[in-house]
């Protein structure tokens, strides 16, 4: 068939031989300044032996076996991302290291009243452990306090901290929970996620739903007016 442009005339042309080229030709593009590969070389080769270091050759090895994999021989892709990649991962997936930040500093109430703290609509990204694709989404968190609380940004920086792992949404409603439990040993406690999952909507059934999971103990679990704070 004739393909007319503004570019000129193209014989026996088709959409699909046209996309397998730029393909093929962006798996063996122009490498990328020297200048960048040499200085991600650098800070490889400059890696210690701590597990910190040990992690990141892992995964940069990993992701550069993977590239090359796929058919990435030159260019940004074969030489860059690989490095990006790990420390972007490495940041996403440091959950253990994010909860031994926090400082669980309390502060003393009044147990005189009962007055429940509701943190809402928490933000939060992680990777399912069944295929290591993303799911991300919000959390709320409630509890009544048993004469101390917690400051507040301690909540969102708890929601990270467990996010941050290979996960199931399930274990992480429960594991904020638990970590609440332990340190505040309120007399009741509130977690639901909501989240999108990619292994769910982008690959197999590709189904565009929201999964809910919700945890409510103590006085959550026995009274409905404290569960009903999370859905004003």
Same mark, same amino acid.
């Given at each position: 068939?004739?393909?007319?442009?503004?570019?000129?005339?193209?014989?026996?042309?088709?959409?699909?031989?046209?996309?397998?080229?730029?393909?093929?030709?962006?798996?063996?593009?122009?490498?990328?300044?020297?200048?960048?590969?040499?200085?991600?070389?650098?800070?490889?080769?400059?890696?210690?032996?701590?597990?910190?270091?040990?992690?990141?050759?892992?995964?940069?090895?990993?992701?550069s076996n993977i590239?090359?994999?796929?058919?990435?021989?030159?260019?940004?892709?074969?030489?860059?991302?690989?490095?990006?990649?790990?420390?972007?991962?490495?940041?996403?997936?440091?959950?253990?290291?994010?909860?031994?930040? &926090?400082?669980?500093r309390t502060f003393? #109430?009044?147990? %005189? $009243?009962? +007055?429940?703290?509701?943190?809402?609509? !928490?933000?939060?990204?992680?990777?399912?452990?069944?295929?290591?694709?993303?799911?991300?989404?919000k959390v709320s968190?409630?509890?009544?306090?048993?004469?101390?609380?917690?400051?507040?940004?301690?909540?969102?920086?708890?929601?990270?901290?467990?996010?941050?792992?290979?996960?199931?949404?399930?274990? &992480?409603?429960?594991?904020?929970?638990? #970590?609440?439990? %332990? $340190?505040? +040993?309120?007399?009741?406690?509130?977690? !639901?996620?909501?989240?999108?999952?990619?292994?769910?909507?982008?690959?197999?059934?590709?189904?565009?739903?929201?999964?809910?999971?919700?945890?409510?103990?103590?006085?959550?679990?026995?009274?409905?007016?404290?569960?009903?704070?999370?859905?004003?």
């Open positions: 068939m004739e393909y007319n442009s503004c570019y000129g005339n193209r014989t026996s042309w088709t959409k699909s031989q046209t996309v397998k080229a730029y393909i093929k030709s962006s798996k063996k593009s122009k490498n990328p300044d020297r200048f960048v590969v040499n200085k991600v070389k650098k800070i490889y080769f400059g890696l210690g032996d701590d597990p910190k270091s040990r992690l990141i050759k892992s995964f940069q090895d990993s992701f590239i090359k994999g796929l058919g990435y021989v030159s260019g940004d892709v074969a030489e860059l991302t690989p490095h990006r990649a790990a420390y972007g991962y490495l940041e996403l997936l440091n959950g253990e290291a994010e909860y031994d930040a &926090i400082e669980w003393e #109430v009044s147990s %005189e $009243k009962e +007055q429940a703290v509701i943190v809402k609509d !928490i933000p939060f990204y992680s990777f399912c452990e069944h295929h290591i694709l993303p799911f991300w989404g968190v409630g509890y009544l306090p048993n004469k101390e609380v917690v400051g507040l940004d301690k909540i969102p920086k708890l929601v990270s901290a467990v996010a941050h792992n290979l996960q199931l949404q399930e274990r &992480i409603t429960n594991q904020i929970a638990d #970590v609440l439990e %332990e $340190k505040l +040993q309120p007399l009741g406690i509130g977690v !639901i996620v909501e989240a999108n999952h990619m292994c769910v909507c982008a690959r197999g059934i590709k189904s565009d739903c929201q999964t809910r999971t919700s945890l409510f103990l103590g006085e959550f679990k026995k009274n409905e007016s404290y569960q009903n704070m999370f859905y004003k």
